[in-house]
Protein backbone atom coordinates (compact mmCIF):
# COMPACT_ATOMS: atom_id res chain seq x y z
CA UNK A 1 0.00 0.00 0.00
CA UNK A 2 1.46 3.61 -0.66
CA UNK A 3 1.73 6.36 1.55
CA UNK A 4 -0.01 9.49 -0.36
CA UNK A 5 0.74 11.47 2.43
CA UNK A 6 4.49 11.14 1.62
CA UNK A 7 5.90 14.05 -0.79
CA UNK A 8 8.90 11.32 -1.79
CA UNK A 9 7.73 9.44 -4.67
CA UNK A 10 5.00 11.90 -4.95
CA UNK A 11 4.17 12.08 -9.13
CA UNK A 12 3.54 16.20 -8.40
CA UNK A 13 6.18 18.32 -9.37
CA UNK A 14 8.72 20.27 -6.79
CA UNK A 15 7.01 23.70 -7.10
CA UNK A 16 3.41 22.60 -7.43
CA UNK A 17 3.94 21.09 -4.17
CA UNK A 18 5.91 23.56 -2.20
CA UNK A 19 2.59 26.31 -3.65
CA UNK A 20 0.64 24.18 -1.15
CA UNK A 21 1.52 26.17 1.48
CA UNK A 22 0.24 29.44 -0.16
CA UNK A 23 -2.83 30.86 0.24
CA UNK A 24 -5.18 30.06 -2.79
CA UNK A 25 -5.59 33.96 -3.90
CA UNK A 26 -1.68 34.05 -4.23
CA UNK A 27 -1.95 31.50 -6.39
CA UNK A 28 -4.60 32.69 -8.82
CA UNK A 29 -2.46 33.95 -12.22
CA UNK A 30 -4.77 37.14 -12.68
CA UNK A 31 -3.67 38.19 -8.96
CA UNK A 32 0.18 37.72 -9.42
CA UNK A 33 -0.05 38.82 -13.43
CA UNK A 34 -2.31 42.22 -12.12
CA UNK A 35 0.20 42.79 -9.26
CA UNK A 36 3.13 42.64 -11.68
CA UNK A 37 1.36 45.40 -13.84
CA UNK A 38 0.68 47.37 -11.19
CA UNK A 39 4.66 47.32 -10.27
CA UNK A 40 5.55 47.81 -13.87
CA UNK A 41 3.51 50.63 -14.42
CA UNK A 42 4.54 52.34 -10.75
CA UNK A 43 8.10 51.83 -10.77
CA UNK A 44 9.58 50.60 -14.46
CA UNK A 45 7.14 51.97 -16.79
CA UNK A 46 9.35 55.79 -18.77
CA UNK A 47 5.61 56.80 -17.57
CA UNK A 48 5.77 55.84 -14.11
CA UNK A 49 3.97 57.29 -11.14
CA UNK A 50 6.33 59.49 -9.53
CA UNK A 51 7.70 60.26 -12.84
CA UNK A 52 4.04 62.04 -13.53
CA UNK A 53 4.43 63.40 -10.40
CA UNK A 54 7.52 65.43 -10.86
CA UNK A 55 6.11 66.50 -13.73
CA UNK A 56 3.07 67.56 -12.49
CA UNK A 57 4.91 70.12 -9.89
CA UNK A 58 7.40 71.08 -12.48
CA UNK A 59 4.27 71.97 -14.44
CA UNK A 60 3.37 73.82 -11.69
CA UNK A 61 6.17 75.93 -10.65
CA UNK A 62 6.10 76.79 -14.56
CA UNK A 63 2.51 78.18 -14.10
CA UNK A 64 3.78 80.09 -11.74
CA UNK A 65 6.81 81.23 -13.26
CA UNK A 66 4.60 82.04 -16.07
CA UNK A 67 1.80 84.03 -14.26
CA UNK A 68 5.08 86.08 -12.46
CA UNK A 69 6.59 86.89 -15.75
CA UNK A 70 3.05 88.21 -17.80
CA UNK A 71 2.92 90.89 -14.65
CA UNK A 72 5.98 91.44 -15.44
CA UNK A 73 5.90 92.29 -18.83
CA UNK A 74 2.63 93.65 -18.22
CA UNK A 75 3.98 96.68 -15.90
CA UNK A 76 6.61 97.16 -18.82
CA UNK A 77 4.28 97.66 -21.16
CA UNK A 78 2.29 100.06 -19.09
CA UNK A 79 5.56 101.65 -18.85
CA UNK A 80 6.44 101.78 -22.15
CA UNK A 81 3.10 103.12 -23.18
CA UNK A 82 3.53 105.78 -20.41
CA UNK A 83 7.07 106.95 -21.51
CA UNK A 84 5.61 106.86 -25.27
CA UNK A 85 2.79 109.40 -24.64
CA UNK A 86 4.12 111.46 -22.09
CA UNK A 87 6.74 113.73 -22.70
CA UNK A 88 6.62 114.61 -18.60
CA UNK A 89 7.12 110.45 -17.75
CA UNK A 90 9.48 110.46 -20.01
CA UNK A 91 11.53 113.05 -18.70
CA UNK A 92 10.99 112.04 -15.12
CA UNK A 93 12.22 108.18 -16.24
CA UNK A 94 15.23 109.85 -17.62
CA UNK A 95 16.20 111.78 -14.59
CA UNK A 96 15.64 108.81 -12.41
CA UNK A 97 16.93 105.95 -13.86
CA UNK A 98 20.35 107.69 -15.93
CA UNK A 99 20.71 110.96 -13.36
CA UNK A 100 19.95 113.55 -16.45
CA UNK A 101 19.85 117.10 -15.63
CA UNK A 102 19.38 120.25 -17.76
CA UNK A 103 22.14 122.34 -18.20
CA UNK A 104 21.72 124.86 -15.61
CA UNK A 105 21.01 121.96 -12.95
CA UNK A 106 23.42 120.64 -10.38
CA UNK A 107 22.68 117.21 -9.89
CA UNK A 108 23.42 115.67 -5.83
CA UNK A 109 22.92 112.08 -5.28
CA UNK A 110 21.79 111.26 -1.79
CA UNK A 111 22.18 107.24 -1.05
CA UNK A 112 19.24 105.77 0.51
CA UNK A 113 19.34 104.13 4.39
CA UNK A 114 19.35 101.18 3.05
CA UNK A 115 22.44 101.54 0.95
CA UNK A 116 25.73 99.96 2.09
CA UNK A 117 28.89 102.75 3.03
CA UNK A 118 31.99 102.46 0.98
CA UNK A 119 33.87 103.14 4.13
Known sequence: MENTSSHIGSSK???QRGLGMLPSWLKNKYFIVSLAFITWVTFF????????????????DLQLSKEHFTT???????????LQ???A???KYAREKYYMKRDN?????????GAKSEN
Open 13 to 15: PLF
Open 72 to 82: LINAERKELNQ
Open 45 to 60: DSKDLLTQAQRRQELN
Open 85 to 87: SNP
Open 89 to 91: TLE
Open 105 to 113: EDLFIIPSE
